[in-house]
């Protein structure tokens, strides 16, 4: 493996990020590009795919350019739950639908409606909720509303799908990524396609993660090998190391997701239990909002969110500190309730913006920890440490808060863009340049820093996350009473 090269590439919800990563997970060359987001109504996150292509393309370029052994492979991976609507040409009809888009809240709950928890369970292998994210929610908002988009639609596509294709030619998908789509056989599941009439028409073949899904058509790596990759979160999983039984995660982007490793299923509700995979079997719990929300703060802050986490490091959460629900576009696990908004409790004339700044790092911390307490109880087991990464990991502050709050040590992985290195560790695998996954991750993936519970800060999390839960409780009907208008 010494004397090849490998490509990650990860397409995420604020930028698209690039590693080209030597045999021994030493970093060659690396390139990223910010796409924007745009809001044009309430409940609304769209993207243009076309800035991800060239993103994409651009960091080809520059690898190509680079010195080093030659490239063996090239992996992608993307944000997931974020929906490209194309024609037969693969031409692009609709803005990108994101993850975080929740205009599809009204058919995703009429969709969830038409199946029993039982019958989830049966066709997902998990009691998957049908929500405003879902492909299927996504396609009857688009037939209701556009259905001159809709009649046109040949394949409703994931980012990642939309990259290779256009690399490749080679149009498909993977049953890890197709969440709430796919069984435990990796098939669509035809119980859950067959609520949205033209739906299994519109969806693409699926493959192995780790298959190859075609070569580069033209180019500098014109022949390079791309494997298929899977969704961000897998990506990351093994970008941060994460690839045996009882290993846990906290991946830390415009979003949280908390993942556990575990052979165990109990059942538990507000998670995501993918199928097992090549013995990985993981629970996740997605979070609406993390980075995302210390960004919303930093604006009204009047910085960045670097300047934001510097704030929030002069100081430390105390007993009459500020207390924030970070659900500024509502939560997905483990309640998955799109009427829930952002709140912030118990301030004070005294409190200035670097008080505001560390209850949103906590307040996404509490947020964090709902989630985990979910993915362990679905797990049937105790994460014992985190290894976490992503940019929002780059603050010491931060991540000393998240081991406060979630009780337990919290190792930091070196790298930023964990997404992109999971996405080559997976392309090594895919050639067969490593043996299996835990190979590539233990080879490719380097540590950075722990961080240890600190006694007193950890027992002041408890108790101020007791009442995080009843704030959110308490705020619930006040938030939904004002989102209806």
């Known amino acids: 493996m010494a004397d090849h090269a490998l490509v990650g590439i990860d397409i995420g919800t604020t930028a698209t990020k690039a590693v080209l990563l030597d045999g021994a997970g030493r970093r060659l060359a690396e390139h990223a590009a910010a796409h924007a987001t745009a809001r044009p109504a309430p409940g609304r996150a769209e993207q243009d795919p076309e800035d ?72 997902l292998g ?79 073949p699926l493959a192995d993660p780790l298959e190859v899904a075609g070569a580069v058509g033209e180019g500098a790596f014109a022949g390079v090998p791309v494997v298929r990759g899977t969704m961000d979160a897998w990506a990351s999983m093994f970008g941060v190391g994460v690839a045996e039984e009882g290993a846990a995660m906290h991946l830390c982007g415009t979003s949280d997701v908390l993942g556990l490793i575990s052979a165990t299923r109990t059942g538990a509700p507000g998670v995501v239990a993918f199928p097992t995979w090549r013995g990985i079997a993981l629970h996740a719990g997605p979070t609406q ?55 912030f409790a118990g301030l ?17 911390a509490f947020a964090a920890r709902m989630a985990l307490e979910a993915v362990e109880a679905s797990g049937g087991r105790r994460a014992e440490t985190l290894l976490g990464g992503g940019g929002g990991a780059a603050s010491d502050a931060w991540c000393q808060i998240r081991a406060d709050v979630l009780g337990r040590p919290w190792q930091r992985q070196h790298a930023p863009d964990a997404g992109a290195v999971g996405a080559a560790v997976m392309a090594g695998a895919g050639v067969g340049l490593v043996p299996d996954l835990a190979a590539a991750a233990r080879t490719l993936v380097r540590a950075d820093r722990r961080f240890d519970p600190d006694p007193h800060a950890a027992a002041l999390a408890d108790r ?17 009473a004002l989102g209806a208008g």
């Open 126 to 204: 998990a009691p998957i909720p049908l929500d405003a994210s879902h492909a299927l929610a996504r396609m009857a908002w688009m037939a209701e509303t556009h259905p001159e988009v809709w009649d046109a639609t040949a394949a409703v596509l994931l980012p990642k799908d939309l990259a290779i294709a256009r690399l490749t030619g080679a149009a498909g998908g993977d049953p890890i990524a197709a969440i709430g789509l796919a069984g435990p056989d990796f098939a669509y599941a035809g119980a859950v396609v067959g609520l949205m009439p033209g739906a299994a028409a519109r969806l693409p």
């Open 348 to 364: 004070a004339a005294r409190h200035g913006p670097a008080d505001l700044a560390r209850s949103v790092m906590e307040g996404t």
């Open 464 to 480: 101020r996350y007791g009442l995080f839960r009843d704030l959110y409780a308490a705020a619930r009907p006040v938030n939904a």
């Open 289 to 343: 909002s993390g980075g995302a929300a210390l960004a919303w703060a930093a604006r009204l802050l009047g910085t960045d969110p670097a300047g934001a986490a510097a704030l929030a490091a002069g100081g430390a959460v105390a007993a009459d500190s500020p207390l924030f629900l970070p659900h500024l576009e509502g939560e997905r696990a483990p309640l998955w309730d799109a009427e829930s908004r952002g709140t």
């Open 52 to 123: 991800w292509m060239a993103a994409v393309t651009a960091a080809l370029a520059r690898f190509a350019a680079s010195e080093g052994p030659p490239v063996a492979a090239i992996g992608i991976t993307g944000q997931v739950n974020t929906h490209v609507f194309c024609d037969g040409g693969g031409t692009v009809l609709h803005p990108a639908i994101t993850w975080a888009d929740t205009r599809a809240a009204a058919q995703g709950a009429a969709l969830d409606a038409r199946l029993t928890e039982a019958e989830k369970i049966a066709a």
